[in-house]
Structures are given as structure tokens and as C-alpha cells.
């Protein structure tokens, strides 16, 4: 195992063992390559450096008690890129091709794999990028797919500290009809400026709004929006918010809780009416929200605030969806619904 502090682990890079990747050329992939070296050559003309023809994942593997390691939902993953990848018009590795490499990875960064009880897991980054030498705006006919894993701790906030957010009603992070429901760069490029702005002005989120017309809550720039009403647990119907698998699970799991579930779209109004409200994603699988302010500008004054529960902590039934999906994640109940895969 890695000499690393793993309880102060943030969300950052960190070099490890190897990346694995492979090349799609003359209409083929090419082999998987294991590579020590974490750079990568690129011709200065690619696409993805001046079109942003890339995308890619974000997912997990867990340690579990008796050291077993899990990873959770790959083959959502792999569709989803695929999903991704048929938008930009470049190649996509298949569903069985996506978890051999992810398989592969992980295992030759074992040690990088925190250890059960720290609260730390191995972040997976799989990327997709258009490759080759071209000046024009067409997709690009060759790709490099490469799988990076990093071991991380808790991506902003933790599940005890309720984060503050604001609205951003002079920003959008995609467009009506537009790529906000594909892992693409551009849409995390869309989302900078308000980040930035809204981290000066103390806030640890941004909330979006429906880009067509402002009244109905869309997602966090890197996260779904999810709010718990009575035994309610409501999420965003959206065609610009990314489908998050996170979401997904929580979804299943509150049903499988006994709780009602509703994904439709939700009124900005309606966060007055919430008990408790939550980001969702796989970097933390929850992070509660306690404070929604809704601004006409990030960093101006006039403010309606929403308030949910007690800001010291996560709501009731937040913490129960979420203890839930960690116990999956590292074997502690029956993965009843075959979600992780063993190795
Ligand atoms: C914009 C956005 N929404 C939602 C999510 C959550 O998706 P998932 O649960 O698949 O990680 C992410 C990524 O983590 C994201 O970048």
C-alpha cells in the first residue's frame, strides 16, 4: 500500500503506477497500453485542443472490508460515453473494451486503493479525445482513450458539513437543446466564470437554472439537484442536465427504502417547500445543501435566501439514501441490484 495520509486526501492529481490507453487509427482500435508516463504526446492541431472534441467519465473503486475492491456501475459509465462520443461524432470504445481497461487500470494501482474504513476511494477518470492533426471543425476521425485513477478524499464539503450555494441567473452551463446532458469539456468551460465568482463571494456551489427560461432548477455545475419532501425524494427532469448515476442509485435505493420518487421539472419557488436538498454525484455521492441564495448577480447584494434544516448537518433521510449507496460501494449489504463489479 502507498505511503499516503489517506484521511487528508482532497480531490487533486496524484501521480500513480500507470495510465492505460489506446488509439483508435484507420478505423480500428489498436491495443491497450499500459504507460508509467502520465504525459501524452499530442499533434498541435488536434481537435480536442481547439474544438474541445473530448469527454469523459468519473467513477469509482471502493476497498472493501475483507479487501476485496469494488467498482461501482462501469457499464453506466461506458454508455454514457458512448452516449458522448456518438454527439461529438468520434469513436467510442465498446461497453466490454471501457471495463476491461477500467479493470486493468485499477489493478495495476492497487496500492493507490484506499483502505476500508478511511473514507478515501480511487477516483477513475476515463477520457476520450478527438487525436490526429486537423484544422477544420469536423470530428476528428482518430481518438485516444486513456484511463487515469487518482485516490481521493472528499471533493468540497462532506456529508456533515451542509454547503452554501447561489443561483446563477446571469450565467448558463448549457444551452436549450444544446450538449449540458453529455460529459463534454466545453460544459465544465461554461461553468468557470460563475465558479469562480461565486467561491469569492464564499459560496461552495452553483446552482443552474433551465437556460430557456430561468424558472425551473437544472443541476450544480458538477452535480444533479435532488430535494427530500416528506418521504419524497424529488429530482430534476431535464434535457440539459447530465443523467447522474449517482442519481440514478439514489433513486432506486429511496424506493427501495419505501420512499415515493418523483423526476420532474422543479420551480425555483419550490425550494421553500423542501425539507432537505442535496448535490449528488459520484465524487461524494452526497453533499447536503443548506443554504440556497437566489441573486440576479453572483456577487451583488439583493438576495432571497432558501433555507433547509439545520446547517450543521445532513438531513435524516439524505444520510440514510447515502449511508445506503457507501455500503454498497464497499460490500457492507447485498448489492441487490448487481451494481458493483468484484475483482
Ligand atoms: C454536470 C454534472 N452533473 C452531475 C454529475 C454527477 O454524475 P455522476 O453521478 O454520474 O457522477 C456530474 C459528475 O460527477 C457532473 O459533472
Known amino acids: 500500500m502507498a505511503n499516503i495520509e489517506w484521511g487528508k486526501l482532497g480531490f487533486a492529481y496524484m501521480k500513480t503506477n500507470t495510465i492505460v490507453k489506446m488509439y483508435y487509427q484507420n478505423g480500428q482500435w489498436g491495443p491497450v497500453i499500459s504507460s508509467a508516463d502520465d504525459n501524452i504526446t499530442i499533434n498541435s492541431y488536434a481537435a480536442s485542443l481547439h474544438y474541445g472534441v473530448e469527454c469523459f467519465e468519473g467513477l469509482k473503486a471502493f476497498r472493501g472490508k475483507n479487501g476485496e475492491i469494488r467498482i461501482f456501475r462501469p457499464d453506466e459509465n461506458a454508455k454514457r460515453m458512448q452516449r458522448s462520443a456518438e454527439y461529438l461524432g468520434i469513436a467510442a470504445p465498446s461497453v466490454e473494451q471501457f471495463i476491461e481497461m477500467v479493470k486493468q487500470v485499477v489493478l495495476e494501482n492497487q496500492e493507490f486503493i484506499p483502505p476500508y474504513g478511511s473514507g478515501a476511494s480511487l477516483y477513475i477518470r476515463p477520457t476520450l479525445i478527438g487525436f490526429g492533426p486537423q484544422l477544420g471543425v469536423k470530428s476528428p476521425e482518430d481518438a485516444l482513450f486513456m484511463i487515469m485513477v487518482s485516490p481521493v478524499g472528499a471533493y468540497a464539503g462532506s456529508i456533515n458539513e451542509p454547503v452554501k450555494t447561489v443561483i446563477a441567473r446571469e450565467y448558463d452551463r448549457a444551452a436549450p437543446n444544446g450538449s449540458g446532458s453529455y460529459k463534454v469539456g466545453g460544459n465544465y468551460a461554461m461553468s468557470l466564470k460563475a465558479g469562480k465568482e461565486a467561491a469569492k463571494e464564499g459560496y461552495k456551489g452553483v446552482l443552474y437554472l433551465d437556460p430557456k427560461e430561468h424558472k425551473y432548477i437544472d443541476e450544480f455545475s458538477s452535480s444533479n439537484f435532488f430535494a427530500i419532501k416528506g418521504n419524497t425524494y424529488v429530482t430534476v427532469d431535464s434535457n440539459t442536465v447530465l443523467p447522474s448515476i449517482t442519481n440514478k442509485s439514489l433513486e432506486q435505493v429511496a424506493k427501495d427504502l419505501g420512499m415515493e420518487v418523483e423526476r420532474r421539472k422543479v420551480p425555483v419557488e419550490e425550494l421553500a ?26 456577487c451583488g447584494q439583493e438576495c432571497k435566501r432558501y433555507t433547509f434544516g439545520d446547517p450543521t448537518k445532513c438531513g435524516e433521510k439524505s444520510l440514510k439514501l447515502y449511508k445506503q449507496i457507501l455500503a454498497i460501494q464497499h460490500g457492507e449489504v447485498e448489492d441487490t441490484h448487481n451494481w458493483c463489479i468484484v475483482l
Do not use: L, S, W
Not at 442535496?278 to 441573486?295: L, Q, S, Y
Open 273 to 298: 417547500q423542501f425539507d432537505e436538498v442535496g448535490e449528488c454525484g459520484t465524487a461524494v455521492v452526497i453533499t447536503p445543501v443548506g443554504i440556497v441564495d437566489d441573486k440576479p448577480t453572483i
